[in-house]
């Protein structure tokens, strides 16, 4: 039938096109980004198997940075460690000499005068040495010494490892005598007691405690009754005032005992109380405590030095075992990470090979549809020719 208003064969043309132009379209897309799937109209479940793949991906590429880090903060503790047993090694060595009877008293001063310099460097370097800011060899760094380190792309992932408290093997510290080192002990119904603002700055712990940002002291409980019953313990200031705790009252009278640490050599602040009297001495543990002034303190020096070296030879142990294992582990993540891209990209990646035929294919169809629709539009004119007669 041939009709004018209507030109079907264009119709039919027009549509060709418009599907082989979304077509081509989609081609270039994939050729131009490099992706197969570039919205959720192009594969909805690829979409979402391809960004579950993209968060392990990142998530693995952090967790090898995370290991890397750990790697490098236990290599700083190590290093400090092995300071630490160089300076022991050396202790170690003028024991000895001091132990030997040939040598006088002012022959034993002459070496003390070495012998204390090295206690101080090792708690210098306990309290001092630092990664990223903060301190690792005092047991201040993470949970009490424990740091822990993400090494996966998922929560709970982690690796711990405990750096150790040099601070507490080579530090001064204060107790009544009656228990055990660190303590400041007492029995009262209620109490308080402060160390002077002007003698924290002789007790390098304490102050230590204040500049860290810690807000309480801790709290051992000596009997039955709960700690809740029996303490309250506040910081009254922050930038070194008075360091003030307050005891709740304790109806059954059981002891209680605050701990704390002071660094280095120092002299034991003045405690006060105002319902009982608190005598406190100072106790010395670890290395601070040893002496050379007589061949008898001599030997027992050497005795502690030895369980000193041995300590930080376990510790040492424990760095290398954890540095091998996180080497291992960044390692694997690496591998992980490099067989997930390659699963995700046979998911999301374009087909160069495939998408650039489709390109040729689409366009060849282009130009022979643009074609075909010029002849269909010329295909009215025929018209014409039946009015001439």
């Given at each position: 039938m041939t009709v004018i208003n209507t030109n079907v064969g264009a119709t039919i043309t027009q549509n060709a096109?418009?599907?082989?132009?979304?077509?081509?379209?989609?081609?270039m897309e994939r050729l131009s980004t490099g992706k197969r799937i570039n919205s959720a109209a192009d594969d909805a479940a690829g979409l979402a198997i391809s960004s579950r793949m993209t968060a392990q991906i990142r998530g693995l590429d952090q967790a090898a940075r995370n290991g890397n880090d750990a790697i490098a903060m236990i290599q700083t503790a190590d290093g400090a460690s092995i300071e630490i047993s160089n300076m022991l090694q050396r202790m170690r060595e003028l024991a000895?000499?001091?132990?030997?009877?040939t040598n006088t008293a002012t022959d034993r001063a002459n070496l003390s005068v070495e012998f204390v310099a090295l206690q101080d460097e090792i708690s210098r370097i306990s309290i001092s040495t630092q990664w990223n800011g903060e301190n690792i060899l005092d047991g201040s760094a993470g949970s009490e010494g424990t740091v822990t380190y993400q090494v996966g792309s998922n929560a709970d992932q982690t690796i711990s490892v405990d750096l150790g408290d040099?601070?507490?093997?080579g530090a001064d510290v204060y107790s009544n005598g009656a228990d055990s080192a660190n303590n400041i002990s007492y029995t009262a119904t209620t109490a308080a007691f402060s160390i002077p603002a002007a003698e924290i700055d002789n007790a390098a712990g304490v102050a230590q405690v204040i500049s860290d940002?810690?807000?309480s002291v801790s709290v051992t409980q000596v009997d039955d009754a709960t700690v809740a019953e029996q303490v309250t313990a506040i910081q009254a200031?922050?930038?070194?005032?008075?360091?003030?705790?307050?005891v709740a009252a304790n109806t059954d009278g059981d002891g209680l005992v605050f701990t704390y640490k002071a660094?280095?050599?120092?002299?034991?602040?003045?405690?006060?109380?105002?319902?009982a009297a608190v005598t406190v001495t100072e106790d010395s543990s670890g290395t601070d405590g040893i002496s050379l002034s007589t061949s008898a303190l001599a030997a027992e020096a050497l005795a502690s030095i030895d369980t000193a070296i041995n300590g930080i030879n376990t510790q040492r142990a424990t760095y290398g075992a954890v540095m091998n294992r996180l080497e291992y582990v960044v390692d694997n993540l690496?591998?992980?990470?490099?067989?997930?891209?390659?699963?995700?990209?046979?998911v999301e990646d374009a087909n160069y090979a495939e998408e650039t035929t489709e390109l040729a294919r689409t366009q060849i169809i282009q130009q022979a549809g643009t074609a075909m629709l010029a002849q269909a539009n010329q295909s009215a004119q025929?018209?014409?020719?039946?009015?001439k007669g």
């Amino acid at each position: 039938m041939t009709v004018i208003n209507t030109n079907v064969g264009a119709t039919i043309t027009q549509n060709a096109l418009a599907k082989n132009d979304r077509l081509m379209g989609q081609a270039m897309e994939r050729l131009s980004t490099g992706k197969r799937i570039n919205s959720a109209a192009d594969d909805a479940a690829g979409l979402a198997i391809s960004s579950r793949m993209t968060a392990q991906i990142r998530g693995l590429d952090q967790a090898a940075r995370n290991g890397n880090d750990a790697i490098a903060m236990i290599q700083t503790a190590d290093g400090a460690s092995i300071e630490i047993s160089n300076m022991l090694q050396r202790m170690r060595e003028l024991a000895i000499q001091s132990i030997t009877e040939t040598n006088t008293a002012t022959d034993r001063a002459n070496l003390s005068v070495e012998f204390v310099a090295l206690q101080d460097e090792i708690s210098r370097i306990s309290i001092s040495t630092q990664w990223n800011g903060e301190n690792i060899l005092d047991g201040s760094a993470g949970s009490e010494g424990t740091v822990t380190y993400q090494v996966g792309s998922n929560a709970d992932q982690t690796i711990s490892v405990d750096l150790g408290d040099w601070a507490t093997s080579g530090a001064d510290v204060y107790s009544n005598g009656a228990d055990s080192a660190n303590n400041i002990s007492y029995t009262a119904t209620t109490a308080a007691f402060s160390i002077p603002a002007a003698e924290i700055d002789n007790a390098a712990g304490v102050a230590q405690v204040i500049s860290d940002g810690v807000t309480s002291v801790s709290v051992t409980q000596v009997d039955d009754a709960t700690v809740a019953e029996q303490v309250t313990a506040i910081q009254a200031a922050t930038d070194y005032g008075d360091l003030l705790f307050t005891v709740a009252a304790n109806t059954d009278g059981d002891g209680l005992v605050f701990t704390y640490k002071a660094g280095g050599s120092v002299t034991a602040p003045t405690v006060t109380e105002a319902a009982a009297a608190v005598t406190v001495t100072e106790d010395s543990s670890g290395t601070d405590g040893i002496s050379l002034s007589t061949s008898a303190l001599a030997a027992e020096a050497l005795a502690s030095i030895d369980t000193a070296i041995n300590g930080i030879n376990t510790q040492r142990a424990t760095y290398g075992a954890v540095m091998n294992r996180l080497e291992y582990v960044v390692d694997n993540l690496a591998n992980v990470s490099q067989n997930a891209a390659a699963s995700r990209s046979r998911v999301e990646d374009a087909n160069y090979a495939e998408e650039t035929t489709e390109l040729a294919r689409t366009q060849i169809i282009q130009q022979a549809g643009t074609a075909m629709l010029a002849q269909a539009n010329q295909s009215a004119q025929s018209v014409m020719q039946l009015l001439k007669g």
